[in-house]
């Protein structure tokens, strides 16, 4: 009779620890419930607020830009206009210079054809019409001069404005490049990656992966059958994380929480009594990055008791 009322006081003392740390565990679940919804709300805000700040400077920018280049187009049509105006001016120039040509070869013949006493006149006169000839000469040079250095601000500024279409469209890129990167760290600050899995009833020898194919619950880009079946939770959304694991079993143990294989926490069972079940608990908050791995390594070989959920790995990101 001692024997089975002792067996009942352990088994309701053991009901009582077990309850205990369900609470336990249900409490700080709700605890990393709100502390995940408080950093939810803050990076939207500070996210809003970047892209507010990038979408003004973007905007600030392109009217500048637009500006700029709307001021290089009128210097442009301005500069069009000259060099039509000069042309036309050079093109008659050009017609005097051929009628002058004309008017003095029209003068030589009639200077031949002169009398001797009216040569000297006639000299004269070609003299004047010489220097004539030479005057417009020279203002048909300084008109040419003027007109290449005018095709050569204009071929100045043509490069300019290639020059200009091209830092703006690289600024352009630039800016559409920064944008989409901005973009994807908020998406992959705002997506919510967790798991709960609990381990079921067996025997894990020692350096053996211990296997959680029980799920509770699950979200965000997880390869939930790979864990399932070979025990090994692979990071696809880098962050910071938080690792809560929970073991019970009926003798003395010790398990790790390893990432990429190197050890991270240890939990220790140590019964009171041997034969009855205890439980042990860890938790680590550890960054892991794309392609990492976690893992939970049987240092001892363990009875896993997981009849009632007793035994769960749980993983959620937090940033």
Known sequence: MDSLHDEKMARQRLEMAVTQLHRQLLDKTENLTDLLTKCTRRL???????IQRVENETEYQIQ???RRNEELQEMYFE????HSQLQGEYEQLQNDLTIMKNDSVLMRKTMNDLEPLKIVDALQHIKGLQMDTQTLKGNVNILSMTQIARGQDFLALYNDTLSFKLNFTKYIEKQSRIFNE???QILHKFQTVAITCCAT???VNR??????ANEKYSTGPIDINRFKTTGIFRCELAGLYI???TVMTNHEGRVYVRRNGYTLIGVYVAPIEHGNYHTGSGFVTIYLGTGDY???VADLKLHIYGHFEESCLTIVKID
């Open 182 to 184: 901005t973009m994807v």
């Open 294 to 296: 976690v893992t939970v």
């Open 79 to 82: 500069l069009r206009q000259n």
């Open 44 to 50: 939207e805000f500070e996210s809003k607020m970047e």
């Open 64 to 66: 500048n830009l637009t």
């Open 243 to 245: 690792i809560a694991l």
């Open 201 to 203: 009833a067996s025997t």
């Open 207 to 212: 350096n053996t992966i211990l296997k959680f």
